[in-house]
């Protein structure tokens, strides 16, 4: 049924300045990024053609499997994102909507946004080879541990570091892997006492990590529903809140005790 002709003008009257709302708002910037799953790196092998991790002091063990860190790319501090990106975004698995503060907390400029991911990334690897060393009873003055990572910053990759150089030192303990010969993806921030934190982007990164052959997802527990959200099949999530949490789950992997280990 037709509105009356006066009702119908004073609807398209009512509804021009929405669309034109609509219009002009479809190309306004928006205080969002738009981020998607990042580069993967094994920690226990190069990047760019140089070990991610060497040791001085100690030999380095030769190491099969992978323990690969995992990463997010997200549409720079300075580039606009319109609401059309926005909307398109959150109908995308593979692509995430963030506030633009909670992706550059610090800055607007690409050199600053650097520099404060580069910071917190050195603070990630020192605490990284403390807690290590700390787990392996290893005095810092004795082994030397040197971490080198390009092009990426941020805290994230702490407990993928730090599990990497207890495989190069000491792998399962008892001669053996800790990887157990898989690859193994995670993420979480690292404290040197052994405490793992939570991070970002955590179900982007398990699509990172599947689409690069992991097979096991180290998560921090707090994150367990979020990791689950269409989590790719055949990639298995275990949670972890301490350090010792996650050496003592990847040995009871490799060894087959599979009713120990837990689940998201």
């Not at 929405?18 to 969002?32: E, I, K, Q, S, T």
């Not at 907390?105 to 290590?132: F, I």
């Not at 990791?227 to 040995?251: C, F, I």
Request: hydrophobic residues 40%.
């Amino acid at each position: 049924m037709l509105a009356p002709t006066s009702t119908r003008a004073r609807l398209a009257i009512c509804a021009a300045p929405f669309v034109a709302l609509l219009a002009v708002a479809a190309f306004v910037p928006l205080p969002f990024a738009i981020a998607q799953p990042g580069t993967t790196v094994n920690v226990l092998g190069t990047d760019e053609g140089k070990p991610v991790i060497t040791l001085g002091g100690a030999e380095s063990r030769r190491t099969t499997g992978q323990l690969r860190m995992t990463t997010i790319q997200a549409t720079g501090p300075r580039v606009d994102v319109s609401l059309r990106e926005v909307i398109s975004g959150w109908f995308r698995t593979d692509r995430a909507v963030m506030p633009h503060d909670s992706v550059y907390p610090v800055g607007n400029s690409d050199k600053e946004v650097e520099a404060h991911n580069n910071a917190e990334m050195r603070k990630s690897q020192d605490a990284a080879s403390e807690a290590a060393l700390r787990y392996l009873h290893k005095s810092p003055d004795q082994v030397k541990v040197g971490l080198s990572l390009a092009d990426i910053g941020g805290p994230s990759a702490g407990l993928l570091f730090t599990l990497g150089i207890i495989d190069k030192l000491d792998g399962d303990g008892r001669g053996g892997d800790l990887t157990g010969g898989r690859t193994i993806a995670g993420t979480g921030t690292i404290e040197p006492d052994g405490t793992v934190g939570a991070v970002g982007g955590v179900p982007l990164k398990t699509l990172a990590a599947k689409r690069d052959g992991a097979t096991v997802f180290l998560v921090p527990r707090g994150e367990c529903s979020d990791a689950s959200a269409n989590l790719p099949k055949g990639l298995r999530l275990v949670p972890v809140e301490r350090l010792t949490d996650a050496v003592t789950s990847l040995k009871d992997l490799a060894s087959g005790r599979e009713d120990k280990i837990p689940t998201c």
